[in-house]
């Protein structure tokens, strides 16, 4: 079975503040691929970024950056100097790397607020 | 290049009547995924197409159902309406899930927002 953590639930910060969204996964499978979503109030998922199991490599785009490490199942997300249009509901996911199988299992988000 | 649509955005219907949802992704994307979501159990899978073919199946009894056409949009059907089918429902679409290895982002729709009275 497989499963993902998202331990936070809301997370309030002032616009500047840099802020780390946590996000642990379960799953049997060797490879994997983990994704970070978006969700704005006006409801739509926005994808965010993507990862291969077999590829640790960090990588940083504009404020957001990602640390997969997968000894401890983890992929966080963290952004730096925080918007107020980074306001949202952030979703991690997991997807089984097997064709038969393709879903995405998603946390249960965090709300985001950042205030001016 | 246009993203996923999703029609109608809000609907509301009554208990015990059934309703369909509409998608259709984006262009040359074969594959169209469907999630509901609702605060309490949050994003759940319930199906995905492609080439017209159910190929995997979530957790939701037979009330809900879906089909894909051949220019890849996609409907899904909830018969008998109940209550706590109330939800966001989300349609994505991807290139394609391949097995062996190969895996794509999903992209979202806005969502249809039912509610069921």
């Known amino acids: 079975a497989q499963k993902v953590t998202q331990a936070q639930t809301e997370i309030s910060v002032v616009e500047k503040e840099d802020v780390t969204l946590d996000c642990v996964y379960e799953?049997?499978?060797?490879?994997?691929?983990l994704f970070w979503y978006k969700q704005p109030p006006s409801g739509e998922l926005v994808f965010l970024i993507r990862?291969?199991?077999?590829?640790?490599q960090n990588e940083i785009s504009g404020r957001y950056s990602w640390n997969f490490q997968k000894s401890t199942s983890s992929f966080n997300f963290t952004i730096t100097a925080s918007q107020v249009v980074d306001s949202a509901v952030y979703f991690c996911a997991l997807h089984p790397n097997t064709g038969a199988n393709s879903k995405l299992t998603f946390g249960k988000g965090i709300t985001l607020s950042v205030r001016p | 290049k246009a993203g996923v649509t999703q029609t109608p955005r809000y609907l509301i219907k009554t208990r015990g009547q059934q309703v369909t949802l509409s998608c259709s992704p984006i262009s040359g994307h074969r594959s169209v995924s469907w999630y509901q979501q609702t605060p309490g159990q949050g994003l759940q899978f319930l199906f995905e197409y492609f080439s017209e073919t159910q190929r995997n199946k979530g957790n939701f009894p037979g009330r809900f159902s879906g089909r894909q056409f051949s220019n890849s949009r996609s409907e899904m059907n909830v018969s008998t309406l109940e209550l706590g089918d109330s939800a966001l429902y989300l349609c994505?679409?991807?290139?394609?899930?391949?097995?062996?290895?190969?895996?794509?982002?999903?992209?979202f729709g806005p969502g249809t927002r039912l509610t069921v009275t």
């Open positions: 990862r291969n199991s077999f590829d640790e």
């Open positions: 994505a679409s991807s290139l394609a899930w391949l097995a062996g290895g190969y895996s794509y982002e999903q992209y």
């Open positions: 799953t049997r499978d060797t490879t994997y691929y």
